[in-house]
């Protein structure tokens, strides 16, 4: 069935009428539309990113509305099953939040993997559903009217300056009034339709973006006898393998199998798509990131279904090369696939800095920094060959790049922040979005008390405020 679905969407001549690129148009009636709250603070999107922005102005005391289109929080993290940050958390609302989900058996202790350019230390996994309820709790108790099942479809904007938003569900159309919005949709959804300027990808005439996946989980996996061919394969190069079977349960990450893939497609005229293929563990279970679909416009929803069903492909394949050529997955069975794709790059807002690669790279210093990382530098090459997966030294990330041009009182975190398609290699990562969001937030609340705009605000205030939280700013502050 797949096949034949997948055959469908790829053949135009077999694409329905009601399908066609060919674009009609409607005038849409104009209307009055109810106003459901005004607010401090509007946050757009609970994936990786808005909670973070969201709890970090609540604490400051600001009435803040955090808007989910699905009804949980977490997004790529926990829906996406993607549930281990390539980087360490250093400080502040990520490694609280952690620290919380350890206390509950939902993470393990910090992993130190094996890669091409050195060891790198990173945040375990983090079990999914327990993170849910952590970080809706943590919303919660810091008074955080979240709105599940709601869709930000618009930004009101009158005279440049962000107003609100339009939100759409159940209940029709509604308005939510601000005086701050964060765009925290990951593809700067808000900020694009306010006519702030952006990238596309790599930009340019020729559009070329990193590929999008969808992660599953795996269950009956013989760990122990996995382990134990791991250990001595040279098919593995990136790893960390625990000492103990206890630490199984959240310390395995594999990343390799790249001439055992090379040799069941030769044998068997399967396509994979993927030169390497990630197995990590959380709470015990195989979590499998293998799929691969290039050259896909997530905002076309004919394209977005094409890939999820390409995913689908994939993963019935991926589970005959586990079963028949990876030891410890002889009696494996597809336990969960996500629900969403995994996408990794869409849009780049201009800012009132880019972010370079130079910079993310060479760990430049930037005076209004809001948060020191280090992620990985990691790059799935738009053309499918292997992906670039590096160590690297501690970077910065500037203030400025949560500012968007053109528009007042809007501010960007996450992935869609000011960066040049290099540097989004490492700042598109999870602790980055994490610590982008507590950064948006913590500036959002000061904006408010001092009465002055999001671009006008002091970022010696904002640095005062994450410093008194715990977060590192610059290179020289991680221990």
Known sequence: MAGFLLNLFRSGSQIPEYMSDKKKTIAEPAREIPVLMETDVVVVGGGTTGPFAAIAAARQGKRVVLIERFGSLGGTLTLGLNTKPSGA????LPLEVWTLARSVGGAGPNLTVTTKTGDLKIASPCEPEI???LL?????DSGVQILFETFASTPIVENGVMKGVVIEGKGGRQFVGAQVVIDCSADADMATQANVPFTMGSGGSDIKMQPVSMYFTMSNVDIGRLVAWARTSDDIPDRTIPDTEEGYAYGLWLVGFKKTLKKFQAETGIQLRRERITLKTA???M???????????VFSPVQATEALVECYRQIEALLRFFRECIPGFEKASILQIAPVLGVRETRHVHGEYTLTGEDA??????DDSIAADCSALDIHDPSGV???FQSLRPYEIPYRCLVPL?????????????????????SRNMPACMATGQGAGVAAAVAIDDGVTVRNVSVQKVQKILRSMGMPLHAEDIV
């Not at 979590?287 to 416009?297: E, K, P």
């Not at 790279?361 to 930037?366: A, Q």
């Not at 960007?412 to 290699?425: E, L, T």
């Open 136 to 140: 809706t709790k943590l919303c919660v």
């Open 287 to 297: 979590y499998v990131n293998a799929t691969r679909v290039l050259d896909i416009d």
């Open 89 to 92: 958390l250093l400080g502040g």
């Open 406 to 426: 053109n528009v007042e009182q809007l501010l960007v975190a996450g992935r869609c922040i000011s960066a040049d398609q290099i540097a989004h290699g490492r």
């Open 361 to 366: 790279i060479e760990g430049r210093r930037f």
């Open 386 to 388: 292997d992906g670039n």
């Open 283 to 285: 709470n015990g279970q």
């Open 131 to 133: 993170m849910k309820i």
